[in-house]
């Protein structure tokens, strides 16, 4: 059975190194634009819940404002601590100048 995309944003709502916190499904995700590429990880930072979005955003890394933890946004992978967890990530498409993400199964 095939997960299902959902229009979650506009190309024109997120400009190029901008993150954007989106509500799927009762998730909070964290949409971001790396030079035209976007990218969706879970924005809830896995070490006491910072909201990523809220934080900076330097090349590929998404930084918590709380404590500094950064995460990539391709792998979800954390890149420096405190966090030790990986959020999760999230499929990502765009069609015509519709953001598509996948929810999780």
């Given at each position: 059975?095939?997960?299902?995309?959902v229009?979650?944003?506009?190309?024109?709502?997120?400009?190029?190194?901008?993150?954007?916190?989106?509500?799927?499904?009762?998730?909070?995700?964290?949409?971001?634009?790396?030079?035209g590429?976007?990218?969706?990880?879970?924005?809830?930072?896995?070490?006491?819940g910072?909201?990523?979005?809220?934080?900076?955003?330097?090349g590929?890394?998404?930084?918590?404002?709380?404590?500094?933890?950064?995460?990539d946004?391709?792998?979800?992978?954390?890149?420096?601590?405190?966090?030790?967890?990986?959020?999760?990530?999230?499929?990502?498409k765009?069609?015509?100048?519709?953001?598509?993400?996948?929810?999780?199964?």
């Open positions: 059975m095939s997960a299902d995309f229009k979650v944003a506009e190309t024109k709502d997120i400009q190029s190194s901008t993150m954007k916190a989106i509500d799927l499904a009762g998730e909070r995700v964290c949409i971001v634009n790396v030079e590429n976007y990218y969706a990880i879970g924005n809830v930072c896995t070490h006491v910072g909201p990523l979005n809220e934080g900076t955003l330097e590929y890394d998404v930084e918590c404002p709380w404590h500094g933890s950064k995460f946004v391709r792998t979800g992978e954390p890149t420096k601590p405190p966090a030790r967890q990986a959020v999760p990530t999230y499929e990502v765009v069609e015509d100048n519709n953001i598509l993400v996948r929810k999780q199964q």
